[in-house]
């Protein structure tokens, strides 16, 4: 037990820098802004295609990790996109910063599918509990990255911000030669993508999980800024109001994993969905003091995160074993990739209309996945015992 509880806390490690690499850019988009001469809408753009590749990338990922091994596939993407924030030590220029994330965000892409895929053939048991570990310990270090990077980018600049977590990314992927491998399907060297989509139910997790990126993308991207410019927040404060949504997210992850090996994934879903579009009604509707916001930032904080070992364990019980790691990937690309539009949907409000418009449409997006994951408990036949 001791050792199952080490993997899972390198794996939150590993799970919490490959976010991190991204958690830099908001605290930090003021900033970068004015460095490189760019509106809203140009980072926005550089952050769609970011998204879009971290997301494309998962489509190879998972097969890739199939066949060679989830270890050393987990531990390569991680190492290679944090020595790639090296790029960013080049001179300024919105080129070289578009550079950057994109080959970060492409290495870092292969990690989604392959450690979840991982983690449900290590723990068949409590696939769930076990993804709500992995991204609670994950959340832990993601909660601090805000408030640093905005610490480091003050101090001295926000390049140096993103290659302190490069630098850690590095030493830990190092560390991940310690964890166990799974053996390797050797069905998955022949299984063509197509077969995924045959997958019954399938289908509409996937339609999910493009609504939920396109949803968190423009609130992950835009709630620092939104603090400062629209509720008028000093950028340390709204660093920290980050770094507390993502502690608030340690229990959610806890609680949604708990909940969906207890009760039922498909049905806890639910009531997370609806608690992401009450913290985003409650944001936007309640006095522009600080109770919308603190209100805000204990629901979406809980009930966000609260979804993601809900899903992956729901995805794990339906999926064959040797097609995992493929439909992981399938997964992560249209909630990461497809979902990545949202950044530059946001951009574009941000800089024609206001920050309040993008929220409002980020709200929108937020109801529909409640009227999707009302239907998912419908079409998906879950399974309760291991695959």
Known sequence: MKRDTGVLLLLGLAHSLNHSLFLVLPPLLADISRDLGASFQ??????????FLYGLGALLGGPLSDRIGHVKVASISLGLSGASTLLFLLPSSLAVF?????????????????????IAKLYPGNKARSMGIHGASGSVGQMLTPTIAYMIGSAFHWRLA??????????????????????????????????????????????????????????????????????????QMAALSN????????????????????????????????GMVASMLILLLLPRGSVGVVGFILLYGFFYFGHQPTMTSLLGSITPPDLMGMAYGVMFFFAFGLGSVSSTISGYLADNFSLEAVFWIMAL????????????????????SEN
Do not use: C
């Not at 926005?44 to 970011?50: D, L, P, W, Y």
């Not at 608030?248 to 806890?254: M, N």
């Not at 996945?369 to 998906?380: A, D, G, H, Y």
């Open 98 to 118: 578009s550079a950057g994330l994109w080959i970060i965000s492409g290495w870092a892409s292969f990690y989604h599918p392959t450690a979840n895929t991982l």
């Open 365 to 384: 997006f937020s109801f529909m996945t409640l009227i999707i994951s009302v239907i998912i408990p419908k079409v998906v036949k879950e399974r309760t």
């Open 162 to 235: 993103f290659v302190f977590f490069g630098v850690i990314s590095i030493a830990t992927s190092l560390m991940m030669r310690w964890i166990p491998s799974v053996q390797v399907s050797a069905a998955s060297e022949r299984t063509p993508l197509v077969q995924i989509l045959r997958v019954p139910g399938l289908w509409i997790l996937i339609f999910y999980n493009l609504i939920i990126g396109l949803f968190q993308r423009g609130v992950e991207l835009f709630f620092p800024t939104f603090l400062t410019a629209a509720r008028g927040y000093t950028g």
């Open 42 to 51: 140009e980072i926005g753009m550089v952050a769609t295609v970011a998204f």
């Open 243 to 274: 770094s507390v949504l993502l502690m608030i997210g340690v229990g959610g992850q806890l609680v949604g994993g708990w909940a969906s090996d207890r009760y039922s994934s498909s049905r806890f879903l639910i009531v997370a969905s609806a």
